[in-house]
């Protein structure tokens, strides 16, 4: 039973426009959600996160959506860059304290110049 | 900021053997770690919540006696993955938290068992 899903297994951009990546979630005691970056064979950065309270955060290039009656979130980059080219996972905890993730499949993104 | 030095990066083994994986928090202490894996072109998924000075907790269908976790101190973590075989061939990854909204993860260990 996949709780987080990322539909869209990859995702291609142009430079300086901006880069919207979709995640969906199933379990309505999800309450905290978070975006990480990943390489090849490097472990997952930290990107943004979101608290259900909320329904946006921001920081820098990166805002974060959180549609709670869809179950819904989206990243949002812009101006996209050539250094954002990755692998994109959404996560998901039933409390900001519980520890305990459930991640997406990803989203290969592909900043092209 | 917080670092986690997951080793070694990559191991290749003999089916039948034994490898270690260790995952320090190197500037923080981290009374709890995570163990994902990750098979190519899919998500991570959380194998066992390591608990410093007590036992692993497990996820359902993760067997905890081929996969044996230790977390003797505030920043070691170990994984054994014992009498590997060709399918537990895989990316595994710690993580722990430092305090700072999100999970700082290693850089994982790239396992392949021959």
């Known amino acids: 039973d996949q709780q987080v899903k990322q539909n869209s297994p990859s995702l291609s951009v142009q430079e300086g426009r901006i880069s919207i990546l979709n995640c969906d979630y199933t379990?309505?005691?999800?309450?905290?959600f978070l975006w990480y970056k990943k390489y090849p064979a490097e472990g997952p950065t930290f990107l943004i996160s979101?608290?259900?309270?909320?329904d946006k955060n921001e920081d820098g290039r990166f805002t974060v959506f959180l549609n709670k009656s869809a179950k819904h979130l989206s990243l949002h980059i812009v101006p996209s860059q050539p250094g954002d080219s990755a692998v994109y996972f959404c996560?998901?905890?039933?409390?900001?304290?519980?520890?305990?993730?459930?991640f997406g499949q990803g989203t290969r993104l592909t900043i092209n110049p | 900021g917080a670092v986690v030095s997951q080793h070694p990066s990559r191991v290749i083994c003999k089916s039948g053997t034994s490898v270690k994986i260790e995952c320090r928090s190197l500037?923080?202490?981290?009374?709890?770690m995570f163990w994902y894996r990750q098979f190519p072109k899919q998500s991570l998924m959380l194998m066992a919540t390591?608990?410093?000075?007590?036992?692993?907790?497990?996820e359902q269908g993760v067997e905890k006696d081929k996969f044996l976790i230790n977390h003797a101190s505030l920043t070691l973590s170990t994984l054994t993955v014992t009498s590997a075989h060709p399918e537990d061939s895989s990316f595994y990854i710690c993580?722990?938290?430092?305090?700072?909204?999100?999970?700082?993860f290693g850089s994982g260990t790239r396992l392949t068992v021959v």
């Open positions: 979101i608290s259900s309270i909320k």
């Open positions: 993580s722990a938290r430092d305090g700072r909204p999100g999970y700082t």
């Open positions: 379990n309505s005691m999800f309450d905290y």
């Open positions: 500037d923080f202490q981290a009374t709890t």
């Open positions: 390591s608990n410093e000075g007590s036992k692993a907790t497990y």
């Open positions: 996560a998901a905890s039933a409390s900001q304290g519980a520890q305990k993730l459930v």
